[in-house]
């Protein structure tokens, strides 16, 4: 069996799962992650502080995971009367406008 379908690879997938999807929930990006291109989900990951997930294609059971979290979440925010983010309509544009600046003061 490789690392990869481990319980231990398991447990560290939806450890970054987690991360991911807090950092993206917090920015108002509310899933379709798995949808992205690897370019955007490699931002996204390096931007949440995360090393981005290995995979062979974008639709990796890391994005998929964070996808999952993110309509539980919107689930629960119903349920509680919580009001989650604003979603955004373009997730490039939100991690754009997440980016730190590179000017300096």
Not at 56 to 78: F, G, N, P, Y
């Amino acid at each position: 069996m490789d690392y990869a379908h481990t319980s231990a690879a398991a447990r560290a997938r939806h450890r970054k799962a987690q991360t991911l999807a807090r950092w993206c929930y917090a920015r108002g990006i509310l899933g379709g992650l798995s949808d992205q291109p690897p370019a955007l989900q490699r931002v996204i990951a390096r931007q949440a502080g995360v090393r981005p997930p290995h995979h062979s294609d974008c639709r990796s059971e890391t994005w998929q995971l964070v996808d999952e979290l993110l309509a539980a979440r919107v689930v629960w925010d119903r349920v509680h009367g919580m009001i989650p983010p604003s979603g955004v309509a373009d997730v490039a544009a939100a991690v754009d406008s997440a980016a730190p600046s590179s000017a300096h003061v």
